[in-house]
């Protein structure tokens, strides 16, 4: 598979996933939904995305995990958490991936910036990250 199908059946999933939780309730872009019990349901989706020099497609403006959390926000109405790093900021995709796979294989984290939301308000948690060597 490429990277444009990757993300096309990543996206679909996505969209049926949330889909699948928004048919409790018809209200839209909102972050709760009110069920028939009157608990109010807060959903979050927690992501990070890389953008800038990406495999097969060059460099981009937004990363993939970032549009698919947006899908899912706009059908849901969940919250968002971005998180963010600059340790990878300008560096060309092969050198990045060698850098995280390093990284992974000893267990190491990157720096992010701000605080980690409470996720105890929260009943539903959609997490994204890339994909890379083919796993997650």
């Known amino acids: 598979m490429n990277a444009k199908q990757i993300f096309t059946t990543l996206a ?3 969209l049926f996933l949330a889909s699948g939780c928004n048919a409790q309730n018809k ?3 909102t972050n709760t939904i009110t069920q028939s019990n009157n608990k109010t349901m807060k959903k979050i989706v927690i992501f990070f995305s890389h ?4 495999y097969s497609v060059g460099n981009i403006e937004v990363g993939n995990t970032k549009i698919v ?3 899912i926000s706009e059908i849901t109405g969940a ?5 963010v790093t600059h340790k990878y900021d300008g ?10 796979q390093e990284e992974a294989n000893k267990g190491e984290l990157p ?14 948690v959609f ?5 890379w060597w083919g796993t997650c």
């Open 111 to 124: 720096p992010y910036e701000g605080e980690a939301p409470d996720l105890s308000q929260y009943d539903t």
């Open 51 to 54: 953008a800038g020099d990406n």
């Open 69 to 71: 959390a947006d899908y």
């Open 127 to 131: 997490i994204g990250g890339p994909v």
């Open 27 to 29: 209200q839209e872009n």
């Open 12 to 14: 679909a999933f996505a």
């Open 79 to 83: 919250d968002q958490y971005e998180i």
């Open 91 to 100: 560096m060309a995709y092969t050198p990045l991936i060698n850098l995280a």
